[in-house]
């Protein structure tokens, strides 16, 4: 299994960024995917779920309305669009694929997001 995140980069404040996570080695739609975030000196939170079955996502409070994350099953993506990016964005994403209801998952290597003021 691989989970490979790409798009990372640094923006000023109120930009944009787009970052993919390609899945290889697992049946894609049936993992629950997830953006995690881990900052300097923080603990990793999550940022933004979307489900294996569909349904609503959902999000960190803070990044709601800014975050939206979607995902392609025939492509086996899970992308997040990340818009009006503040400095307290800037962390490392991880790309999470996770089984629902069985204790298993399998994470990225991270990519970096930096925001300056």
Known sequence: VQLVESGG??????????????????????????????????ERELVARIKSVGGPATYLDSVKGRFTVSRDNAKSTVDLQMNSLRPEDTATYFC???????????????????VYP
Do not use: I
């Open 9 to 42: 980069g640094w923006v000023h404040a109120g930009g944009s960024l787009r970052l993919s996570c390609a899945a290889s080695g697992l049946t894609f739609s049936s993992y629950d995917m997830s953006w995690y975030r881990q900052g300097p000196e923080k």
């Open 96 to 114: 999470n694929a996770a089984l629902p209801h069985f204790p298993y998952e399998e994470w990225g290597q991270g990519t970096q997001v930096t």
